[in-house]
């Protein structure tokens, strides 16, 4: 058989293989898409109480994504110790060892499961909240993606796709479906970290890492266009860089130079946050206050 002939049915190969694993992942969206509803049911007849019966109605609210490790977790930590309602999500709770220890620590603090690649998994959330107020909703998430795919006459696309649906599409998908929660809240905050990287002016300084760079550049158009949609509403969409931060997203850039620890970058992130005013709407906000033009 000739060499031509093996690679053509190892490319039918691959396509098939990957076409069932996207059917398998769209079923396992829809039994969850389901399930949510039925729980929505249970609880609009009183059979069940609603996830956040327990969250202090005199306190204010944050919801962030990625909570399990690195800066999402130091967010939970500090916004739980200053008395805030924590709803901390992430993919698998059930190996956030740390996470549940401070759930155990905070009763405010609680642990939801929800993958911001997954319509089903947002959709499922937002209607478990959809009664409550959320005063910040903070789009943690993020991944690197493989530096090694990023690279010139290396590029894969199929990488490009995984980078994109976290750190493009997931805080728009979240910012969309929790848009109502923020709408009421006292405070009326939409938070995306990073960003900087993805500017003309900073992007070209970090050689290759394309992927990375344009769902950045592509995360900013959304949430500045957002930002003009919700203004009269009163709703504030800010994107703060958190900085150089020594987390496993930093390892894996490839980053070896200075950085700060993950509790230094959260506080100052929070306190920037607490700043936030009309003005600063659309704003690319570095960790130290400083105004990032893009």
């Not at 319509?119 to 993020?142: E, F, H, S, T, W």
């Not at 890492?209 to 769902?215: A, E, I, L, P, T």
């Amino acid at each position: 058989m000739s060499l031509e002939r093996i690679q053509e049915k190892w490319t039918r190969f691959s396509v098939r293989k990957r076409d069932q694993t996207r059917n398998l992942e769209h079923f396992h969206e829809s039994i969850n898409l389901v399930l949510a509803v039925l729980l929505g049911v249970l609880v609009s007849f009183g059979i069940i109480g609603p996830a956040w019966a327990d969250l202090r109605a005199d306190k204010p609210t944050i919801l962030i994504t990625g909570s399990n490790r690195g800066l999402g977790l130091e967010f939970a930590r500090q916004y739980a110790a200053k008395g805030w309602n924590v709803i901390a999500t992430c993919r698998r709770p059930e190996e956030a060892e740390d996470l549940k220890a401070l759930a155990l620590e905070q009763s405010q603090v609680v642990i939801e499961k929800v993958d911001v690649t997954s319509d089903a998994d947002v959709a499922a959330l937002a209607l478990k909240y959809r009664d409550q107020p959320v005063d910040i909703l903070l789009n943690n998430a993020g991944i690197y993606g493989d530096v090694k795919k990023q690279k010139m006459g290396a590029l894969e696309f199929d990488e490009l796709e995984k980078v994109f649906a976290v750190n493009t599409f997931g805080p728009l998908r979240m910012s969309q479906a929790f848009l109502e929660n923020v709408a009421v809240s006292e405070q009326k905050k939409i938070i995306s970290l990073g960003g900087g990287i993805g500017t003309p002016r900073i992007g070209p300084l970090v050689p290759d890492d394309y992927f990375f760079k344009m769902s950045k550049a592509a995360h900013l158009m959304a949430m500045a266009t957002l930002q003009a949609k919700v203004r009269k509403r009163g709703i504030i969409v800010s994107m703060i860089s958190p900085g150089m931060v020594a987390t496993q997203h930093l390892v894996d850039s490839g980053y070896t130079g200075k950085s700060i620890s993950a509790a230094e970058s959260a506080a100052l992130v929070i306190e920037q946050i607490g700043r936030l005013d009309d003005s600063l709407g659309g704003k690319l906000i570095n960790y130290n206050g400083k105004i990032t033009p893009y």
